[in-house]
Each structure stands twice: as structure tokens, then as C-alpha cells.
């Protein structure tokens, strides 16, 4: 604030831009500015680290490093004085094309060299000054190959260029070329120079030259951008829902423990909420019943052994919040209650882990999305649909009478027109909670997608039909606990119909040298957000064409 008093506002180094005119050309030029000086960033980073290597190699104690790196700067000030002190006129002379070929190429060689090899020596020096000079020079030697724009433009992208390569911001090489010159007609070119300096700096190194050496030090730094997947999943998108609720008056025998032990596969769960008539009173384990049970023949009532829990979870809190509070009371689980107080689900750690399986999987697998225009797919979904659409006096009878032996349905499923079409939650969504279940066969997130009277037909061989939502769960475990793993490829998506393709490993296909994991192509149509029927085939093609309502002609 108060160099304007001291110093005056005029800029450090005054690059006139009157009579700048920007064109493509001259944008796509910036360009191969910025690409420039994030190889010169690069390669300057890259010395600083190996010189500091090899001073660490060398027999005798770091004390003489910064001594041998005085020398090198000496030696490089008897090739070029003028790449010596913080180069302040030697700035001035290159913004303003006031130099020589001799001192650019001094500046571009011999500056790079000794900041970069004196640095690694653990000599103390600064950065923002070298590195003006070297983008400078680095600019204006590109004055002598690309078009004239005003005096000191191109000097003004290279030095943009490098500070936002070699420190990784390309806003603040932006910022800093444009406060010393005031060029501000010269925003957009030297924004396009810093930002594929940064993009090429970023893509080749790691860390910065600012970071580096911090991340030697054994300090783990991070500069990924990126949201928290703890923070966009809800507890009630993966709380286990509608728990075993014990009452406090219970007694804790042994018909209690085979109560809890009649639960079906998957809902184990580690903590049961305890209630009385004032509402939540705690919470038990499977554990302290079992061991209270062994222990003594008392017999006494749940609430007696249940035991307090940290403040529970309401449906809202986020995963963070969750966290945060196992963190704090170094729980593993907590009951979920509503506005009202009553139990609505129990979540776990391990259920914590869900997002970050989601975030994981939408990184490493590729999707692709088919949008469709036009009418949804005519699918039957009961025999009666499906004899009414075949029809000859109906609009598209043909294409019903081929899907009717594409999807032969062996019972009818009273599904009605209204429940076909589909509800406000999206394709993606649902997709993506299917990837997700299929491939870590999650009992409760797939029964919760499947409608109860699901019909699948598998295209394995000798595989027979399976109709209704328990016998296609029950095939799921079945194959999981046999070592079967399921991992989603592709993802296309249709007005009520989803396809993936499903690549299955298991011990008996992916444990042999000579044969390839099966690749399925699982169509799933929907309704009111379930799936109602599921098939699969060995083509792609097939399985598209039916999701698009027809059927290839080889069929």
C-alpha cells in the first residue's frame, strides 16, 4: 500500500502494448511459447535434483557443498558477469529488446547452469529472479524466429511461461509478468503461454521445484485438486437399512443368540440398537451377548449390558461427519436414527469405504454413455404385453414378435403399464450403483436394485433361468464365495435399459495361462428404478441391438 507514496505506480519494467493485435496466429504461437519454456522449467527442475544427488554422492562432508557450489558460480561469472547478482537490468534490457545474441544465450546457458548447481549444492538463493532472467532470455530469443507483435511481447510470454512451469502456478507467472510491465492488453497470450507451461510441467514432474525438497525431507504434500468422497455420499446411501432391533427387556439366553444367528447371509452386523419406551438406550454387540451367555447362567436383560454410544448418526451427515465421529469415540459403528429418535439403520466403518470404492472405481474403469433419441425400447413384461404387442394391427408388431423370442419369459410377471415407466432418478445413477454391486457383490446394495419377481437368463452354457430376487442373490454369493469377480468395462445406457460389459474372472478362467477372463454383455431393463429382467449375451452387437428395441438378423 504504500509503494505508491514511496516508489510511485509506474511499472518495474514499462512494456508499451500500444498497437498490440492479438490474432490466431500469434495465440497458437503463445502456445509454442509456453510448451518451450516447460521444457526449460522442466530440465531446470530435473538439474537442480540430480545436482543435489550427486553432491550427496560425494566422499567427503555437506559442509564443502555450498563451498563447491560458490565455485561454480564464480566459474560462471567469468563466462557471463551478467548472469552474477538478482539481474534486474539484464531483465529490463530483455523485456525491452536492448540485448545482444551473446547475452541471451549467456543468460539461457550459464544462468540455468549455476542457479540450478548451486541450489543443489545447499547454497541459500532465491528463485523468482533467476528464473525472470531465464524466461526472459528464453522469450526473446524467440523474438528472432516468431513475428514482431510490440517490443518485449514474447519476452513477456517466455518469462510467464517458466515462472508458471517451474512453480507450478500458472496464475502467478500471469500475475507477476504483468504487474512489473503493466502490459495488461497481453493478458490472454500470457495466460496460454503459463498454462501449457504448467500443463507439460505438471505431466512430466511430480512436484515442483518448491516441493521437491520438502517431499525429500519425508513430508507427504499434496497438490491434487480434488473433492472428498466422503463428502458427497449420504449415511443413508450406505447404512445397512432396517437393523435387528433388540429391546432392552430382552432377555440375553441362548434363544436370543439363535434369533440373531437365524439372520440371512449379509446382515451380519456387529452392533444391534437397543430400545426401550423412552426411546434409543444403547447399543450391543454379537460379542457381549455371547460372551455374557458363556460366562454365567444369570440371565438378565439387554439393556443391562448394553452400553452407551457416541452421538448417533442421522441420515444426513455426511460420510465425513460419520468419520469424524468413529474417529473422536474411536467407535466402528453407530446406529442411525431419524428425526424422530427410532432406528433406521446401523452403519460400520467397512461401510465408510463405499465411497471411496466409487471414487476409485470412476477413475480406473472406463464408461461409456449411449444416449439414445426417440420412443423407449417396446419390451414386454408379461405375456399378455407381449401377445397384445404382437399383434398385427399394432404399431411395431414385428419388433414385439422378435422380442418375444429374443426374451421368452418362462411365468408371466404381473407388472403393470403404469410401473414401466421409469422414476426421476437417473440412468447414471442407477448404473453406476449396479457397477458398484455386481463388482463387490454387495447383498444390500443389489437387492435393492432388483425387482422381487427379476427373471435373468444367462448366456452361460447349461445355465438355467432364474426367476425372482432371492435365487438370483443367492447365485451372486454363491459365485462370489467361489473365488467369481466381476469388474464393469463399459457402461451404455438407454431410456430404460442399461447395458455393461461385464468382465468375469474366477480361478477356474483367469487361473490358466492359456484362456482369457469371459466377457459377458449384461443387459438389465428397468422399472420404477429396479430391474425387472436381465440377460446376457456374448456380443456386443446383440446385446446393444436389444437394448435398442431390435434384433440383429443372424438371430
Known amino acids: 500500500m504504500c509503494r505508491g507514496f514511496l516508489l510511485g505506480t509506474a511499472p518495474v519494467f514499462p512494456v508499451p502494448v500500444t498497437g498490440l493485435h492479438l490474432t490466431t496466429g500469434t495465440e497458437a504461437l503463445a502456445v509454442v511459447t509456453g510448451l518451450t519454456g516447460g521444457a526449460l522449467a522442466v530440465a531446470a527442475t530435473w538439474l537442480v535434483y540430480r545436482a543435489e544427488d550427486g553432491f550427496a ?173 466422503l463428502e458427497t455420499f449420504f449415511a443413508r446411501e450406505v447404512m445397512r437399512p432396517a437393523p435387528m432391533v433388540l429391546s432392552k427387556d430382552d432377555l440375553v439366553d441362548e434363544s436370543l443368540l439363535v434369533r440373531l444367528g437365524s439372520l440371512p447371509t449379509g446382515r451380519h452386523e456387529p452392533l444391534h440398537p437397543v430400545v426401550g419406551d423412552e426411546g434409543w438406550v444403547g447399543v450391543v454387540s454379537d460379542r457381549d451377548l455371547r460372551e455374557h451367555v458363556a460366562a454365567t447362567r444369570e440371565k438378565l436383560a439387554v439393556g443391562e449390558i448394553a452400553r452407551p454410544a457416541p452421538a448417533p448418526v442421522c441420515p444426513h451427515d455426511t460420510l465425513r461427519q460419520v468419520a469424524y465421529l468413529f474417529a473422536e469415540h474411536a467407535e466402528t459403528s453407530a446406529p442411525v436414527l431419524d428425526e424422530d429418535c427410532c432406528v433406521v439403520g446401523i452403519i460400520t466403518l467397512p461401510d465408510l469405504l463405499h465411497a471411496r470404492l466409487h471414487d476409485l472405481t470412476e477413475e480406473h474403469h472406463r464408461q461409456r ?111 462370489h464365495d467361489q473365488g467369481v469377480r466381476v469388474h464393469a468395462e463399459e457402461i451404455f445406457t438407454f431410456p430404460t435399459v442399461i447395458v455393461l460389459a461385464l468382465r468375469i474372472t474366477a480361478p477356474g478362467i483367469a487361473g490358466t495361462a492359456d484362456e482369457q477372463p469371459a466377457l459377458y454383455y449384461r443387459v438389465f431393463h428397468l422399472c420404477h428404478d429396479q430391474v425387472i429382467r436381465i440377460r446376457d449375451y456374448t456380443e456386443r452387437a446383440h446385446a446393444l441391438a436389444a437394448a435398442h428395441g431390435s434384433v440383429p438378423p443372424s438371430l
Open 57 to 229: 554422492k560425494l566422499p567427503f562432508h555437506w559442509m564443502w557443498w555450498p563451498a563447491i557450489g560458490g565455485v561454480v558460480i564464480g566459474l560462471g561469472g567469468l563466462v557471463e558477469p551478467r548472469a552474477l547478482g538478482v539481474g534486474y537490468d539484464v531483465i529490463d534490457q530483455l523485456l525491452t529488446r536492448r540485448t545482444t545474441l551473446s547475452l541471451i544465450i549467456g543468460i539461457l546457458v550459464v544462468k540455468t547452469l549455476i542457479w540450478s548447481l548451486s541450489l543443489g549444492s545447499g547454497t541459500s538463493g532465491g528463485v523468482l529472479a533467476p528464473v525472470f532472467m531465464v524466461g526472459g532470455a528464453l522469450g526473446a530469443r524467440e523474438v528472432m524466429l516468431f513475428p514482431d507483435v510490440v517490443p518485449g511481447f514474447w519476452a513477456m510470454c517466455g518469462l510467464a511461461a517458466v515462472v508458471g512451469g517451474v512453480m507450478r502456478s500458472p496464475l502467478t507467472g500471469v500475475v507477476f509478468a504483468l504487474e512489473l510491465t503493466h502490459a495488461w492488453g497481453a493478458l490472454l497470450p500470457l495466460l496460454v503461454s503459463s498454462t501449457a507451461a504448467y500443463a507439460l510441467s505438471a505431466l512430466v514432474l511430480k512436484r515442483s521445484v518448491l516441493t521437491e525438497k520438502i517431499a525429500r525431507r519425508g513430508l507427504h504434500l499434496t497438490r491434487e485438486y480434488s473433492t472428498d468422497p
Open 369 to 479: 454413455i449411449l444416449l439414445t433419441p426417440g420412443p423407449e425400447p417396446r419390451v414386454p413384461v408379461c405375456r399378455e404385453q407381449a401377445d397384445r404387442a404382437a399383434s398385427p394391427d399394432r404399431t411395431g408388431g414385428a419388433d414385439a414378435r422378435r422380442l418375444w423370442r429374443l426374451h421368452p419369459l418362462h411365468e408371466p410377471i404381473p407388472v403393470s403399464a403404469e410401473e414401466t415407466r421409469m422414476s426421476s432418478r437417473s440412468l447414471r445413477s442407477i448404473a453406476a450403483d449396479l457397477r458398484d454391486a455386481l463388482h463387490t457383490a454387495d447383498p444390500r446394495l443389489l437387492e435393492a436394485l432388483l425387482h422381487p419377481q427379476v427373471l435373468w437368463v444367462s448366456a452361460g452354457p447349461g445355465e438355467p433361468p432364474r426367476q425372482g430376487r432371492t435365487g438370483v442373490l443367492r447365485w451372486y454369493q454363491e459365485r
